[in-house]
T-cell receptor, first 116, second 111 residues
Framework: AQSVSQHNHHVILSEAASLELGCNYS??????LFWYVQYPGQHLQLLLK??????LVKGIKGFEAEFIKSKFSFNLRKPSVQWSDTAEYFC??????????????FGSGTQLTVLP | GAGVSQSPRYKVTKRGQDVALRCDPI?????LYWYRQALGQGPEFLTY????????KSGLPNDRFSAERPEGSISTLTIQRTEQRDSAMYRC?????????FGPGTRLTVL
């Protein structure tokens, strides 16, 4: 079964700092990759997704992520964070060629706190 | 409605009681998923439906957990004889394609 690792459990940054959140997955076949965000008091929202094609994908609010197949990674980046980016971020994968193709497997999440 | 809705948003129950959690997906969405999220963890898959058919229930932890979607729309997740370890956020999602849209979740606390 596939698994997802997010190595940073809590990240604290000042406004305007650059952000990179790590995500690694374990599955050798074709995958769809996602980043979800949960703002305080709100539900999970899709931030960006990768299905195929250009490995650099852009999402909402200036976020982007790069799929590096050789490293089994899908790291999330933002050049300059804002206080409003304070939230919990989840990386997730769907293993397309496995029997569990419909399942999203999530990482444990990274809590981002941006100090004003 | 515009999004996935879940009810109740919060449920506090005593150990041994049965609970039913409801999910109302986005209109027209074929697939419906249930996830459970413990504190400090990411959501874990429980089960999913295509229309009214339960396609995969491999994530249900034991036979106290069951789910149904009798008319291919609203779904109910039922937990019988609740235990304290069942305390978690229960999340529902629906999809038409590869993107899943999540509801606000039900926070279940078993005392």
């Amino acid at each position: 079964a596939q698994s997802v690792s997010q190595h940073n459990h809590h990240v604290i940054l000042s406004e305007a700092a650059s952000l990179e959140l790590g995500c690694n997955y374990s599955y050798g076949g074709t995958v769809n990759l996602f980043w979800y965000v949960q703002y305080p008091g709100q539900h999970l929202q899709l931030l960006l997704k990768y299905f195929s094609g250009d490995p650099l994908v852009k999402g909402i609010k200036g976020f982007e992520a790069e799929f590096i197949k050789s490293k089994f990674s899908f790291n999330l980046r933002k050049p300059s964070v804002q206080w409003s980016d304070t939230a919990e971020y989840f990386c997730a994968v769907t293993a397309i060629s496995s029997g569990s193709a419909r399942q999203l497997t999530f990482g444990s999440g990274t809590q981002l706190t941006v100090l004003p | 409605g515009a999004g996935v809705s879940q009810s109740p948003r919060y449920k506090v129950t005593k150990r041994g009681q049965d609970v039913a959690l409801r999910c109302d997906p986005i209109s027209g969405h074929v697939s419906l998923y249930w996830y459970r999220q413990a504190l400090g963890q990411g959501p874990e898959f429980l089960t999913y439906f295509n229309y009214e058919a339960q396609q995969d229930k491999s994530g249900l932890p034991n036979d106290r957990f069951s789910a149904e979607r009798p008319e291919g729309s609203i779904s109910t997740l039922t937990i019988q004889r609740t235990e304290q370890r069942d305390s978690a956020m229960y999340r529902c999602a629906s999809s038409l394609g590869r993107e899943k849209y999540f509801g606000p979740g039900t926070r279940l606390t078993v005392l």
